[in-house]
């Protein structure tokens, strides 16, 4: 078996055929196609590097690696900079690539110049430079555009190791830096739809949790209403000495809660006194005997939906309790104070005995859950033998209304 060949071995062949003798510097640059051979071509005499001929090695090698590379690059080289670029970097410079050559970086330049001094002297001083994405503002085609670059100013150096000038290595970014902004607004824009959507949606379950609540409440109020139309002709028949007095008595009782109907429909408007909707609620059930209501409390404008209580609460004591035999009482206090804190305390006595209910329906719901977080508050319902206490605090703000 023949021993591998070693590594050097194959590296040497990597060079086989190719000529080890210096080959003619204007026939290589020729060689690089059409820009090489422009700068074969050109009267360098005519500037501060003098003819070609007569080039030092280290420009010579730079400049045959720029020839010969396809990535955009441009040297800067000598006391007045002068430009010497491949094929790839004539399009960075447009119209002006037809006159760039041996001409001094300020004359390329002249509209960037002074931003772009600042590197210059870095790179000159023998430090790298690189930028990503920086923007510049310059007129190659005849007209001021907003260009984005990525570049990298790299020292160069002469024969005796002096720093001469800096390659520049350079790509254009400006159009993939524009897709890149206009895919993040694109991004940003379509964030935003999906929130919006999301919004939309949240708006709609909520519409549509408030409808269903609505549903159960007319549901609820229309049972409760027959159910009270139901106790006040009972009771109406029952304490009458006649058909006459009953009647007489059933129409007015009748009357009064098709009152209070007015006050708590959402056509009495947006807000309504609160001591006007306690009297609207226990009126039709006090048959004469004032002393059976206390109510007491300052001015308090509530909507529709901060009242919802009230009603179920006076259903309540009708059905079941104070209202329920001719000798409870209902004893309503409310208050509020500057920071906008809100007690409503509903107090029965002297009527059934009372206890907890067994089963939780949307009644309770709407006076235990339902109108306490329309005041951002709690409620609290306890049932003594004496009769029924119902304390709500909470506050009141303009978003309440």
């Not at 949240?202 to 027959?226: C, G, P, S, T, W």
């Not at 300052?298 to 329920?324: D, F, M």
Request: hydrophobic content about 40%.
């Amino acid at each position: 078996m023949s021993e591998p060949s070693s590594p050097g071995m194959r590296v040497a062949d990597c060079w086989a055929g190719f000529p080890s003798s210096p080959g003619n510097f204007a026939a290589r640059l020729r060689a690089c196609g059409a820009q090489g051979a422009a700068i074969a071509a050109f009267d360098w005499s005519a500037t501060p590097l003098g003819p070609l001929d007569g080039w030092p090695v280290s420009l010579r090698a730079v400049t045959h690696t720029l020839a010969a590379s396809a990535q955009p690059m441009c040297l800067w080289y000598g006391p007045e900079l002068t430009t010497i670029f491949n094929a790839g970097f004539a399009p960075i410079l447009g119209k002006r690539a037809d006159d760039a050559l041996g001409r001094r970086l300020d004359q390329v330049w002249p509209e960037i110049f002074d931003e772009l001094v600042p590197m210059v002297r870095q790179a000159l001083s023998g430090e790298t430079v690189w930028r990503g994405n920086m923007p510049l503002w310059i007129t190659r085609n005849g007209f001021e555009e907003l260009t984005y670059w990525r570049f990298s100013y790299s020292p160069v150096l002469d024969d005796a190791g002096r720093i001469a000038g800096f390659l520049d290595v350079v790509t254009e970014t400006t159009e993939a830096f524009k897709t890149q902004i206009a895919l993040e607004k694109a991004n940003e824009s379509l964030g935003y739809e999906v929130e919006n959507a999301m919004r939309l949606l949240r708006e709609r379950d909520e519409a549509e949790r408030q409808q269903r609540v609505l549903r159960h409440e007319l549901i609820h109020r229309m049972k409760n209403m027959l159910a009270v139309i139901s106790a006040m002709v009972t009771h109406s028949i029952r304490n009458a000495k006649s058909l006459d007095q009953a009647a007489e008595a059933t129409s007015a009782r009748l009357g009064a809660y098709a009152r209070v109907q007015e006050v708590f429909s959402e056509g009495a408007g947006p807000e309504t006194d609160l001591a006007h909707v306690v009297a609207a609620a226990l009126a039709p059930h006090v048959g004469g005997r004032e002393g059976r209501i206390i109510a007491a409390g300052p001015q308090v404008r509530l909507s529709s939906k901060h009242t919802l209580a009230i009603h179920e609460l006076s259903t309540n004591a009708v059905k079941y309790g104070a209202l329920a035999n001719p000798t409870g009482r209902v004893e309503v206090r409310w208050s509020t104070d500057a920071d906008a804190r809100f007690i409503f305390d509903w107090r029965e006595s002297g009527g059934p005995t009372v206890a907890p209910p067994t089963s939780t329906g949307f009644g309770t719901t709407l006076i235990d859950r339902i109108v306490p977080s329309y005041f951002s508050g709690r409620a609290d319902r306890t049932f003594a033998p004496e009769g029924m206490h119902y304390v709500l605090e909470g506050t009141i703000s303009p978003s309440d209304d």
